[in-house]
């Protein structure tokens, strides 16, 4: 059970409507201590790199926080141990990392030092024309889930016109009250931190709530039909946390970065969320649920029942089709990594991971 709260896992970047997003500006802070950015191809080791010195931190009793790749749940694109103030991040594509402070904060470890470049060569046409495939199953899922976000907007807008701002603004003014009582406006706003709590991936849509939500002391969870302003109220309470000057955590859709699903506030042990397949929340006796239908007129127009009943069904069959498209992209990319694989003296490598590990833990925040 120890080991479970040590560990927090999140997404910092997804395969959405608009393309991959990235949020990697979020990983870690401005006050970091040091970030590795790890470069080299697919298969070089990034992943296990990563996944072998957090697994030594977590075992001398640190909190980790696992970044997964959205496009492979089983690949990591970062970690971040925040006691230390100390981050590695994948800074190659699709979300290539530049060091801001090299040397001083900043620290590239290129781990393609380490691979055969002759071997390669001999691989040269194939891996190119791998890379393209990649990048076609890509675009083409995103065309789809780009589809998929407008059909989802048409439930909303079918939804939505039978509920009014005033309503959500009142809900949002009594959660206000509820979590912040009379505590004034304060001379520093609060930071925001942005990432994903779930990800459409080659295996669906996964989620890592039970590691975001779960810890905190107080749920409180919004329910309610798209179009319902579950994103309108979260971000009604994210302003009054920041104004407050408190900072919060704030988690965006995986289909449409643009709509707020959750929020987390650290210093308070509040936690809000939506409760929506595919991230439907369990009932909890001591959490506090607002169901937003309550708002909803009842005066349906007489054609909304087919409306909602074809938005659906295209939605999520769009959603399918997409990822399909994802996995192609997966099994290609795996394909380029047996390629890699036997080019990599991944000796030299673990030599290198012991050199980080030492220095890591020779922080002056160890």
């Known amino acids: 059970m120890k080991q479970i709260q040590q560990i927090k896992r999140v997404f910092p970047g997804g395969n959405t409507s608009k393309g991959f997003y990235s949020f990697y500006d979020h990983i870690i802070g401005d006050d970091a201590e040091h970030i ?184 409180i969870v919004l329910q309610g039909l798209p179009g319902t302003g579950r994103s309108k109220l979260l971000n009604l309470v994210a302003e009054a946390a920041i104004q407050r000057g408190f900072d919060l955590e704030m988690f965006h859709c995986a289909l449409n970065p643009d709509r707020v699903e959750h929020l987390v506030i650290p210093d308070l042990g509040v936690a809000i969320t939506t409760s929506e397949e595919p991230h439907a929340y369990k009932r909890h006796k001591s959490d506090l649920w607002i169901n937003l239908d309550a708002g909803l007129a009842k005066d349906e127009a007489p054609d909304d029942g087919e409306v909602l009943a074809t938005v659906q069904k295209y939605y999520w069959e ?7 498209y994802i996995r192609k992209a997966k099994e290609t990319h795996d394909a380029m990594e047996k390629l890699y694989i036997p080019t990599m003296d991944f000796k030299a490598i673990a030599e290198l991971r012991q050199k980080i590990l030492a220095k890591i833990l020779a922080s002056p925040k160890h």
């Open 36 to 219: 590795y950015v790890i470069k080299g191809g697919p298969g070089v080791g990034k992943s296990t790199f990563m996944r072998t010195i957090a697994q030594e931190l977590l075992d001398r009793g640190y909190k980790v926080e696992y970044h997964h790749c959205s496009s492979d749940i089983d690949s990591l694109d970062g970690v971040v141990f925040h006691e230390l103030r100390v981050a590695l991040i994948d800074g190659t594509s699709p979300h290539i990392v530049d060091p801001k402070a090299p040397g001083c904060v900043d620290e590239i470890l290129h781990l393609g030092d380490y691979w055969d470049e002759r071997k390669l060569r001999e691989n040269r046409a194939e891996i190119l024309h791998l890379n393209a495939r990649i990048s076609e199953y890509f675009q083409r899922a995103y065309r789809y889930l780009a589809a998929a976000e407008s059909v989802y907007q048409d439930w909303e807008a079918t939804i939505g016109k039978r509920i009014s701002s005033g309503y959500i603004n009142q809900q949002a003014a009594e959660l206000i009250q509820e979590i912040f009582g009379n505590r004034p406006v304060a001379s520093v706003e609060g930071r925001i931190r942005r990432l994903f709590a779930s990800a459409i991936t080659p295996d669906g849509m996964i989620n890592y709530l039970e590691t975001l939500i779960d810890p905190m002391p107080c749920k």
């Open 318 to 324: 769009l959603l399918g089709v997409a990822i399909t």
